[in-house]
């Protein structure tokens, strides 16, 4: 069993930052791969960006520029800073684990917190 948790969250306006923070109960470096997924009203959930056991990030097209995955293995934490934010970013944000390469659906999910971007 993994848990996480997320923080970070909140209403920014457009062009602002946040940094979203999720901290795992397992040490990151035996989990194969940590993503941030997101979900908007009325729309699927989907993968924003990853990062692998090995370090190497990986972007959805719509944030790259934008947004930078990183993580702290000591702390077990992994980060996602979000940067030019869109009122198109507004979503519920959720941590997961992937215990799969290739990523597959996630094993383990955070609760999500909340991102507004106001126009």
């Known amino acids: 069993q993994v848990h996480l948790v997320e923080s970070g969250g909140g209403l920014v ?3 602002g930052s946040l ?3 999720c901290t795992s109960s397992r040490s990151i470096l035996r989990i194969p791969s940590m993503g941030w997924y997101r979900q908007a009203p009325g729309k699927q ?11 190497m990030p990986h972007y959805v097209e719509s944030v790259k520029g934008r ?17 030019g934010l869109k009122p198109e970013d ?3 944000y959720y941590c997961a684990a992937h215990f799969t390469l290739p990523i597959e659906t996630p094993q383990y999910w ?10």
């Open 67 to 83: 947004f930078t995955i990183s993580r702290d293995s000591a702390e077990n934490t992994v980060y996602l800073q979000m940067d």
């Open 110 to 119: 955070g609760q999500g917190t909340q991102v507004t971007v106001s126009s």
């Open 90 to 92: 507004t979503a519920v």
């Open 45 to 55: 959930r989907e993968l924003v960006a990853h990062i692998t056991v090995g370090g």
């Open 19 to 21: 940094r979203l923070s």
């Open 13 to 15: 306006q457009a062009g």
